[in-house]
């Protein structure tokens, strides 16, 4: 499978150079020259199938040409080890639990596909790999625990001081190993610029190997759709339109939507929610597309002012804003709404997270307006990983499960540092 830069369509390159480069020489991502269509057939079986063996035809279908059959099942094996089950909230309103895996988040799917993968593919690498990852809260659990005990491989991840929560923060900065953290005086597009300059640093790529774990490598992206075909798989009825909402950041999880759809999974519309960091669903309702500082809020995943992942959502359409504005929708909430929609889905008898509730209210927002569909709105995390926010809106307690307590009770370490590139760069150098 060839791969070519969102910047530079001549720029093309195959499986294994795309996810150790991680981003492409001229900063675009990378995106797949083809996307297979599915058979027809497959899709109507869907209902009756197993995640692993939707995993199979749709990972065997992207990267046949690249890994053996044996290989492209033990890759899914080990990423589908947990279901992502739909749990009906309230009549044509299902939510698709994305939590059940180590980490309890989303991330933990694209996690340990793209921990997989890599290892594979590093097999025979003589040179120490630097996994670099920035975060605003889940994927640096998910990448941290993905990567824990990986020979050859070193994890330093780059968090925004004081803007993660403290349960989030616990999950990657107490494993120590060959996980290694950096707290930066900033914000999650600050992390991310120092990243990406990493990458574009031609002294650091000659003295090291550098990769990315973020939603920006196409080994931590492409997994995702599994997800959408596993929800897909679990319906009451396929007589109505569908609608999936998705709770939004960089867009990656977005995104991988999209492509299941470009594959052949039969939905209808998608919603991009977002909290106030807005730039998307301005962008979709006709604005011009502008990053911004980003704001902090109590869903503090979703906290991105120059979303990585913009790129790929325009590829997909290949660069038409007509058909992307088409087949996604965008909405936006404050934390009032997001408090407000936490205690009317537990009135329904559904514990959310602050990002389900978004994921919520938008799936709302568009069936207000568009009738004769049903929805799916993803639950990326388990509430427990936001506990303070949820017990504070519905006062009340809310249990941890073990493993989340285990991570609460480890010791922090971590490296504070500035935002300057200056100082990242020689703490890589010094490394």
């Known amino acids: 499978m060839r791969f070519f830069s969102t910047n530079n369509r001549q720029h093309e390159v195959g499986l294994a150079e795309a996810i150790i480069k991680g981003l492409a020489p001229d900063q675009g991502l990378y995106f797949p020259i083809q996307i297979p269509r599915l058979r027809e057939e497959f899709i109507k079986s869907l ?67 793209c921990s997989k993968l890599m290892s594979m593919l590093l097999k025979n690498q003589a040179q120490k790999v630097r996994v670099l990852v920035a975060t605003s809260g889940d994927t640096g659990s998910a990448v941290a625990n993905g990567f824990l005990g990986v020979d050859g491989v070193e994890v330093i991840i780059l968090f925004p001081k004081g803007k993660v929560s403290k349960l989030q923060e ?20 600050d992390c991310q610029r120092l990243v990406k300059q990493a990458f574009l640093d031609q002294e650091l790529n000659e003295k090291m190997v550098l990769t990315s774990a973020n939603s920006i490598n196409i080994a931590r992206w492409i997994p995702q759709a599994l997800y959408y075909f596993r929800a897909y798989s679990l319906l009451e009825v396929y007589q109505k339109k569908l609608v999936v909402s998705v709770p939004s950041g960089n867009f990656g999880n977005l995104a ?33 597309f502008h990053p911004q500082a980003s704001v902090q809020t109590i869903s503090n995943s979703m906290d991105v002012g120059d979303p990585s992942n913009f790129p790929r959502l325009l590829a997909l359409f290949n660069q038409d804003d007509f058909e992307l504005r088409k087949i996604v929708k ?24 602050p990002h389900g509730a978004v994921g919520y209210l938008g799936l709302k927002s568009f069936m207000e ?34 493993r989340l307590e285990k991570f609460l009770k480890g010791k922090k370490e ?14 890589l150098k010094g490394n």
Not at 172 to 188: A, H, M, P, R, S
Not at 340 to 352: D, V
Request: hydrophobic fraction near 40%; proline fraction near 5%; charged fraction near 25%.
């Open 414 to 427: 971590s490296e504070s540092m500035d935002g300057d590139f200056l100082s990242f760069k020689n703490y």
């Open 256 to 288: 991988a939507g999209i492509l299941a759809m470009k594959m052949g999974l039969p939905i209808d519309q998608f919603v991009a929610s977002t909290n106030l960091n807005k730039i998307v669903p301005d962008y979709l309702n006709g604005s011009v």
């Open 369 to 402: 307006e568009n009738p004769g569909f049903q929805g799916i709105f993803l639950e990326t995390a388990h509430p427990g990983k936001f506990r303070e926010v949820v017990e504070e809106t519905l006062n009340m307690k809310v249990d941890l499960p073990d």
């Open 170 to 189: 616990k999950q990657f900065t107490t494993l120590g190993e060959n996980i290694k953290c950096l707290e930066i005086d900033g914000v999650f597009d």
């Open 330 to 353: 965008g909405y936006f909430f404050d934390d009032h709404q997001t408090r407000e929609a936490i205690q009317k889905i537990h009135k329904l008898g559904y514990l959310a997270d």
């Open 47 to 113: 209902p009756g199938k197993s995640f692993k063996e939707i995993g199979y035809e749709v990972i065997g279908n992207l990267f046949s040409e690249d890994l053996s059959v044996q290989q492209i099942k033990e890759l899914v094996d080990h990423t589908l080890a947990f279901d992502a089950p739909l749990v009906k909230v309230e009549p044509d309103f299902y939510s698709q639990e994305l939590f059940h895996g180590p980490t309890l988040a989303f991330k933990d799917f694209g996690a340990r596909f």
